[in-house]
């Protein structure tokens, strides 16, 4: 056994389908490299008898973390006790990934601890494995998921997916950049659903027709990615957004963004996950016009930024 292990995992972000993927239309979601989180098991000396945490939220005996990080207590018990592991260890988690924004902050984190745990021990973690263990915290932390924030944050390749059925992987290879920036406020997911339900009680009709239209948007957007074509996936983000906000689901800080982006040369922008807060999402041709939409949402009040290049430009 190593005296030290390390594993990383990436944000995750909504690029379609959004609400709508809660009445069966499809979602797309991809893993979001600008933000990550690491972790790090450490073995304390042995007159250290309790394992010890060190993070931004608390730093102390993991026995005693508050009630928020119940989630990660749950983890590394149910990791230590699965392979035998007596000796008390460290774990220290560092995260670039806001919380609460949409972007699977406690998701990556459990993938990241998983990661870490195995390498620790100088184990090879199959993929299945990873994401049964992720499944225990996600459990704790958000009651039901829906797995996506799980696999989104463990996998190199965006994911097609429909409630219910299994996870569609495709490539993505598109000459393009996708800017996200923070709003500062909490996405207002709970909210939002509540309201688009409601809004399908008074005129399931005309709710029920937009609801299908953002899943026939994000099958174009699909088509879009694999043909590389950023201009079509451009159009089809800012159409979702025009029901996206029909549906109540932005708000005007939102609205100010995303007329901020486009008005610094963005080829599309929409909103992204919950909603009425959290983060928005805009697509640039270039790296360098995406760092001038990213001065300009920083000037119009957005708290963060971050470029992620699609495919072709993904390591720059």
Same mark, same amino acid.
């Given at each position: 056994?190593?005296?030290?292990?390390?594993?990383?995992?990436?944000?995750?972000?909504?690029?379609?389908?959004?609400?709508?993927?809660?009445?069966?239309?499809?979602?797309?979601?991809?893993?979001?490299?600008?933000?990550?989180?690491?972790?790090?098991?450490?073995?304390?000396?042995?007159?250290?008898?309790?394992?010890?945490?060190?993070?931004?939220?608390?730093? /102390?005996?993991?026995?005693?973390?508050?009630?928020?990080?119940?989630?990660?207590?749950?983890?590394?018990?149910?990791?230590?006790?699965? =392979? /035998?592991?007596?000796?008390?260890?460290?774990?220290?988690?560092?995260?670039?990934?806001?919380?609460?924004?949409?972007?699977?902050?406690?998701?990556?984190?459990?993938?990241?601890?998983?990661?870490?745990?195995?390498?620790?021990?100088?184990?090879?973690?199959?993929?299945?494995?990873?994401?049964?263990?992720?499944?225990?915290?996600?459990?704790?932390?958000?009651?039901?998921?829906?797995?996506?924030?799980?696999?989104?944050?463990?996998?190199?390749?965006?994911?097609?997916?429909?409630?219910?059925?299994?996870?569609?992987?495709?490539?993505?290879?598109?000459?393009?950049?996708?800017?996200?920036?923070?709003?500062?406020?909490?996405?207002?997911?709970?909210?939002?659903?509540?309201?688009?339900? =409601?809004?399908?009680?008074?005129?399931?009709?005309?709710?029920?027709?937009?609801?299908?239209?953002?899943?026939?948007?994000?099958?174009?957007?699909?088509?879009?990615?694999?043909?590389?074509?950023?201009?079509?996936?451009?159009?089809?983000?800012?159409?979702?957004?025009?029901?996206?906000?029909?549906?109540?689901?932005?708000?005007?800080?939102?609205?100010?963004?995303?007329?901020?982006?486009?008005?610094?040369?963005?080829?599309?922008?929409?909103?992204?996950?919950?909603?009425?807060? /959290?983060?928005?999402?805009?697509?640039?041709?270039?790296?360098?016009?995406?760092?001038?939409?990213?001065?300009?949402?920083?000037?119009?009040?957005?708290?963060?930024?971050?470029?992620?290049?699609?495919?072709?430009?993904?390591?720059?």
């Amino acid at each position: 056994m190593a005296n030290y292990g390390q594993g990383e995992s990436s944000g995750k972000i909504i690029l379609m389908g959004e609400h709508a993927v809660v009445y069966g239309e499809p979602a797309i979601a991809f893993p979001f490299y600008a933000t990550k989180v690491t972790a790090q098991f450490e073995t304390l000396t042995e007159d250290v008898t309790q394992d010890q945490l060190f993070s931004a939220y608390y730093v /102390g005996k993991l026995i005693h973390a508050p009630q928020a990080l119940k989630n990660i207590k749950a983890l590394v018990t149910h990791l230590k006790q699965d =392979h /035998g592991v007596k000796e008390s260890v460290s774990l220290t988690i560092e995260s670039t990934i806001p919380a609460e924004r949409g972007m699977g902050s406690s998701a990556a984190v459990a993938v990241a601890i998983t990661r870490a745990f195995y390498d620790y021990l100088s184990l090879s973690l199959a993929h299945e494995t990873l994401l049964s263990y992720v499944k225990i915290s996600e459990k704790i932390a958000h009651g039901n998921p829906s797995g996506i924030d799980a696999a989104a944050t463990s996998s190199h390749n965006p994911i097609y997916f429909i409630k219910g059925q299994p996870f569609e992987y495709f490539t993505i290879n598109l000459d393009a950049f996708l800017i996200v920036a923070d709003t500062g406020i909490k996405g207002q997911t709970r909210e939002a659903v509540k309201d688009v339900a =409601h809004l399908f009680e008074k005129d399931s009709h005309k709710t029920g027709q937009k609801i299908q239209q953002l899943g026939q948007l994000t099958q174009k957007a699909k088509q879009a990615i694999i043909q590389n074509n950023p201009e079509n996936l451009a159009q089809v983000m800012n159409q979702a957004q025009v029901t996206l906000r029909e549906l109540t689901i932005s708000n005007h800080f939102l609205d100010l963004l995303i007329e901020t982006a486009l008005d610094a040369g963005a080829l599309g922008a929409k909103l992204t996950g919950g909603g009425r807060g /959290g983060c928005m999402l805009a697509l640039a041709k270039t790296k360098t016009e995406a760092q001038a939409i990213c001065t300009a949402l920083e000037d119009a009040g957005a708290v963060a930024t971050w470029i992620q290049g699609l495919g072709v430009h993904t390591h720059v």
